[in-house]
């Protein structure tokens, strides 16, 4: 495999992950730079909120308040890995770029790990900042789904949730609910700047994102757990650490092998909220 060249393979793989993501591109991203290695361990810095004062002419402010820094620590430990290779008879009788193709499926394979683990952070978020449960799910159906959505906006609102990006991400029976209930905007991404793969529109202020990835009961096939929120409450830093090619050992082909390592965190858990629905 002389053509091949790492960095440019990895970078590729990344781009495809970010043109598919839609969980990983509604999340803090700020720290992927300081990626190197499984193991490693990102300090999120945040600081206490400024004091607003009343000014009295001919009277001395207060003295300035001092703002403190505090950190949390995001973990680096999700360790995804990819390891194939192609038969050299199947490579020279292949008009099809098996490469590129194997790549490609390797993206789509990591990018589920991904979103299916941002997706999980709904154990996280604020127990005052949940619509349902698992014992009392909410019923949606179309006569009733503008309003549940509502009620995720106020409990946003109550926690000075800012306005500007705030997300939801649906299923897609939900997303036909919405269809019918004939309350869904139909905005461009352009006029929007929404670029996120799966946006369907805006509903009561969330830009509106349809996946798969939205967590349920595998069991009983119910209790949705649809979150929303704001970029910012959560935090994703992921990174290609390995690729290499290789020649296998008994095998007539080219091989490679990569490794993709991961991390998130919640930090802002009442500025994200947690709807448990079932379909109606």
Known sequence: MQNFIPAIWSAKLLE???QKFTYGNLVNRDYEGEIKDAGDRVKINSQNPVTIGDYVKNTDMADPQL????QQELVVDQQPYFNFY?????????NIDNM???MKDASNGLKKRVETKIASHYVDVHADNFLGSDATPEIITAANVYDKIVDLKVRLDETDTPDDGRFLV???WLHGMLLKAEVLTHSTQA????VTNGYIGRVA???LFNSNNVPFSTVTKDKYKIMGGVSQAITFAGQVTEMKAYEPEKRFGAGVKGLYTFGTKVTLPKQLV???ADKG
């Open 274 to 276: 947690v709807l448990t």
């Open 191 to 194: 006029a929007d700047g929404v």
């Open 100 to 102: 590129a193709k194997a």
């Open 16 to 18: 495809e992950m970010d």
């Open 205 to 207: 202020g969330f830009n």
């Open 170 to 172: 649906v299923p897609a």
């Open 67 to 70: 703002l403190t820094g505090t």
């Open 86 to 94: 192609i038969d050299s008879i199947d490579a020279a009788q292949s």
